[in-house]
Each structure stands twice: as structure tokens, then as C-alpha cells.
């Protein structure tokens, strides 16, 4: 029951989506080029109706590079309101190193992604977009201290 105005007011029903964060023996992250963008990504996308964000990620890694990973750290939660696509909530699980056969079984079955590769930290800017950029590098941070961040537009609470 409605009591007053105040109460009528619309809740926020953001985009959700799940990416993982891997990395390899020298901390570079794991980025996918896919084809239908002009940056790079970390594997992951959007939580489907009735879905949890962890088996939407699991999903994701599945359909995109062919491999079945145990995934189950949260790393981080991005509130991340856009003004062409409306408000968005982003999680960020450890995906941790794949192994070699892990990623020599890697393959692009669906044509949305053109390769991938690790890269350095420092060139995170080189290969995508700001936001996503601040969010992977908290979320690196957060694996380094072992701890889940709460994030707003890729920085720490303000």
C-alpha cells in the first residue's frame, strides 16, 4: 500500500552483467577483443532474467572461450549509471590463472570475440574504455588485498 508520494517513487531497476577478472604469472589481465566493439573487454556480459550474476558469469566464460572455470570470489560491485544505457550494476569475480591447457583449449565458437591477450596493467588505457579501466584496476587491487570493493563508476566510495 502506497501511504504517501514519497513512497510512489520508481526504484531503480539497473542493467546487471558478471565478468571475470583472470590474470597471468605476471599480473597481466586477460582482455577480449570482440568484434561487434572498438575496445577490448574482460570476459563476461549480461545477467539474463531469473539468472544470479556468478552463474551468468560462469556462463559467459563458457560461450565466449570455450572453457568450463570454477568461479566463485567476488572481487568487486560496480554501481555504474550511464546515460545512454541507464543505470548499470557491475560484478567483478576472480577468475585467478588459467592453466596452460586452459588456454590452449580457448576457442571462439559464436564469432562475437576476435582474440584475446594479457595486458599489463599499465596499458589498460591503450585498450579500453575509462571506466572500465578504473574498474579492472580496483579490481586488482581488491585480488591483491584480498578483499570485494563497492565501486561507483569504477572508483572507490565516495
Known sequence: MIDSAEDARPFATPRVAAGALFVDDQNRVLMLRPTYKSYWEIPG???EAGEAPLHACRREIREELGIQVDIDLLLAVDWAPNP?????????????????????AIKFDDGEIGQWSFVDEARLDEVTIPRLARRIRQALQARRDARTVYLHEGEGPQ
Open 45 to 47: 556480459g549480461y545477467v
Open 84 to 104: 545512454g544505457e541507464g543505470d548499470k550494476l557491475l560484478f567483478v569475480f576472480d577468475g585467478g590463472r588459467l592453466t596452460a591447457e586452459q588456454l590452449a
